[in-house]
T-cell receptor
Framework: GENVEQHPSTLSVQEGDSAVIKCTYSDSASNYFPWYKQELGKRPQLIIDIRSNVGEKKDQRIAVTLNKTAKHFSLHITETQPEDSAVYFCAASDGGFQKLVFGTGTRLLVSP | SAVISQKPSRDICQRGTSLTIQCQVDSQVTMMFWYRQQPGQSLTLIATANQGSEATYESGFVIDKFPISRPNLTFSTLTVSNMSPEDSSIYLC???????????FGPGTRLTVL
């Protein structure tokens, strides 16, 4: 089955810096790669996703890149703000946005 | 977005007992998913619940331990049976309604087993 690895496990940055979180997946059939943000005590919420027919996608300060050949995808957050502090999870699916396999999570701390 | 509610929001239970968690969605969906999130950990899919058929369980999860019901297209229950402290986790249901291209999560049920 699919296996998703995520690095780093923790990431501390200063406000205004960029943050990059990387994930690798094992199943070449995976075609959908979402990123979820989970604040303390809250449910995971989708912040951006990408499908296998696209190499990059941007939404304001957030971008995701996908390298299908290397089976890895990354989340890029620019101009970080303290409210970006949360745990971020990558995921992969070979069934569209249905059955998701999650990475281990990255705790991002943005210091003012 | 899809509106998902779960009951209870949290519970403290004694080992050896069972707890049933309810998940209600505001729209009809074919599949509902149940995840477990152990303290400080990631989300692990327990099973996929389809209306009118048996749930499909992931490796490491069995029906005797986590029986699931799916009586209609907006509701599902997950039972955690014969609980032990290792079952202490947050249990989340999720759906991917056809009108939206994403999976939404419920607020979760925080379970503590003593």
């Amino acid at each position: 089955g699919e296996n998703v690895e995520q690095h780093p496990s923790t990431l501390s940055v200063q406000e205004g810096d960029s943050a990059v979180i990387k994930c690798t997946y094992s199943d070449s059939a995976s075609n959908y790669f979402p990123w979820y943000k989970q604040e303390l005590g809250k449910r995971p919420q989708l912040i951006i996703d990408i499908r296998s027919n696209v190499g990059e996608k941007k939404d304001q300060r957030i971008a995701v890149t996908l390298n299908k050949t290397a089976k890895h995808f990354s989340l890029h957050i620019t101009e970080t703000q303290p409210e970006d502090s949360a745990v971020y999870f990558c995921a992969a699916s070979d069934g569209g946005f249905q059955k998701l396999v999650f990475g281990t999570g990255t705790r991002l701390l943005v210091s003012p | 977005s899809a509106v998902i509610s779960q009951k209870p929001s949290r519970d403290i239970c004694q080992r050896g007992t069972s707890l049933t968690i309810q998940c209600q969605v505001d729209s009809q969906v074919t599949m509902m998913f149940w995840y477990r999130q152990q303290p400080g950990q990631s989300l692990t899919l327990i099973a996929t619940a389809n209306q009118g058929s048996e749930a499909t369980y992931e490796s490491g999860f069995v029906i005797d331990k986590f029986p699931i019901s799916r009586p209609n297209l907006t509701f599902s229950t997950l039972t955690v049976s014969n609980m032990s402290p290792e079952d202490s986790s947050i249990y989340l249901c999720s759906v991917a309604p056809p009108a939206y291209n994403e999976q939404f999560f419920g607020p979760g049920t925080r379970l503590t087993v003593l």
